[in-house]
């Protein structure tokens, strides 16, 4: 049996991804977190064949968390589970640790394929994630809300610590969005992310 653990922030996705396993036949689930420091406390007792991984968390960004977990346990297998499909982000992550990447619509059969392959040491996509990769320059970056208002008020000129308080969220996880905003976008400062909001019209 494949070991996999899971970290996810809803609770309806942890449900229904233990239910998936627990009908699979071919996995267990041994743990789950919905944060990034729940992860950590959790591997440290146990390190799963699969850590299936949500890219964004409450305390940080499952994008910085990749790489590190892969340096730290390179034996264990990271498929990450998300809503984010933009190539920037696919891409970076693939490059940075994980060995598959499905997306939240996908069925459970898909997700199943997934655990069974990374589990074996192989690369998996999902369908419209192989979709995305290879169509990357006609894919429309579409952003959250959150990452929208984070947008307009770094537009309007306001700093980190200004921003978590007004959006009521910790400076990390203030830090965390805009390098998950700089990758989407493909930029690399504060500057290049104003201008390429406003030249997009997306703020």
Known sequence: MISVSIVDDHN??????????AES??????????TVAGCREMLKKRQPDVLILDVGLPDGSGMDLCPQLKAEYPAMNILILTNYAEYAVISHILNNGASGYILKNASSEEIIEGILTVASGKRFLCEETDSVLKNEKDRQVIL??????LLK???????????????CL???TVRSYRKNL?????VRGT?????IAIDKKLV
Not at 153 to 167: P, R, W
């Open 12 to 21: 309806i996705v942890l449900d229904g991804l233990e239910k998936i396993i």
């Open 25 to 34: 036949g071919i996995a267990v689930l041994t743990g789950k977190a919905g």
């Open 144 to 149: 959250t809300r959150q990452e929208l208002q």
């Open 153 to 167: 008020l770094l537009a309007a000129g306001y700093t980190s610590k200004e921003i978590a308080d007004k959006m």
């Open 170 to 172: 910790g400076y990390e």
């Open 182 to 186: 700089q990758t989407k976008l493909g």
């Open 191 to 195: 500057v290049e992310l104003t201008r």
